[in-house]
């Protein structure tokens, strides 16, 4: 048994058993890739994957066993590898951050900019993605800190911390009836089309439950996956947008009016995560106190690793 093959057997997994993909992946022959894999069911002396001729459809019942020992062996091996580079290197790496467009565009820009100035050896990497996404990064050892408002706080393996709080809001033309409107109404609201962010992303099923709760049906005409756009197309007029308020710029934004509307929608919290099994450098945990100074090395691991109770 070795690395390369506990990594064929992860990545033929993540593949959904695609044995080209996973060679791809891994820079390998699709031939070697079946190689690796039956020298280690051989190994083991059992078969780890169902199979129809030459494909493989699923995972045995020792495989499914297997996999997930494969997961935290290739995970502990980062790690090792992450506490070498942390005594001999503490100031040089790569640190990957995976967070939605809403936090990457509008909240972490002075927080990239001040930890680029401390840290100009670390190789910052900022992956966009969905929240499912993030949480898959995190799972898989892909990324080292995952910053989202959905997701994050639900997954058993990840440790969640809140970061911030924040509130949707309407925005519309220049001009627009809505304007002269005090206070803002749902009723009122649900008079236009409406442009706002895609199911998943940024709260949107908080917007559809408010309107819901009051038994009011949102005319949704347009989703999107990021404020900007939500932004384009309010300005040519599709619509009226619902968008996370701090993605408003009255400089930026001049030829569009930001209504308060606070009033109308719940709070929504942003969530700071990272695996409990994953080892961070000491430069990610001054990322993380960055973004929230109260989130300090010695509380990230408390939360990770809590005191054993007392009988």
């Known amino acids: 048994m070795n690395f390369q093959q506990l990594r064929i057997i992860r990545e033929t997994v993540r593949r959904n058993f695609n044995l080209t993909e996973a060679a791809n992946a891994l820079f390998t022959s699709q031939s070697g890739v079946s190689k690796h894999i039956k020298d280690l069911e051989d190994e083991l002396g059992v078969e780890l994957f169902i199979r129809k001729g030459k494909r493989l459809l699923g995972l045995t019942d020792p495989g499914k066993g297997l996999v997930e020992i494969v997961e935290r062996i290739l995970l502990d091996a980062k790690n090792i590898k992450n506490i070498a580079d942390q005594f001999s ?76 709080q924040w509130h949707h809001s309407v925005i519309v033309p220049k001009g627009h009836p809505l304007e002269s409107i005090s206070p803002l109404t749902l009723e009122r609201i649900a008079d236009y089309p409406i442009v706002t962010y895609h199911q998943g992303f940024t709260g949107r099923a908080r917007i559809d439950k408010r309107f819901s709760d009051v038994g009011l049906l949102a005319d949704i005409v347009m989703s999107a996956l990021d404020a900007d756009v939500i932004k384009t197309y309010v300005e040519l007029g599709l619509g009226i947008g619902i968008i996370a308020s701090m993605a408003f710029d009255a400089q930026r934004d001049s030829s569009l009016k930001l209504l308060s509307s606070a009033h109308l929608f ?46």
């Open 89 to 164: 290197h503490s100031d040089q790496g790569q640190l990957i951050v995976a967070t939605t467009h809403t936090q990457a565009r509008y909240i972490l820009p002075k927080v990239v900019a001040e930890f680029k100035q401390n840290f100009p050896k670390v190789h910052l990497i900022l992956h966009q993605a969905s929240p499912s996404e993030i949480v898959q990064l995190l799972l898989n050892g892909e990324a080292d800190i995952g910053i989202a408002t959905e997701e994050l706080a639900d997954t058993e393996e990840l440790v969640a911390f809140p970061y911030y």
């Open 266 to 311: 719940e709070d929504n919290t942003t969530f700071i995560a990272m695996h409990r099994h994953h080892y961070l450098r000491g430069f990610a945990y001054r990322f993380v106190e960055l973004c929230s100074p109260n989130l300090t090395e010695e509380k990230i691991h408390a939360a990770i690793k809590p005191a054993k109770e007392e009988f």
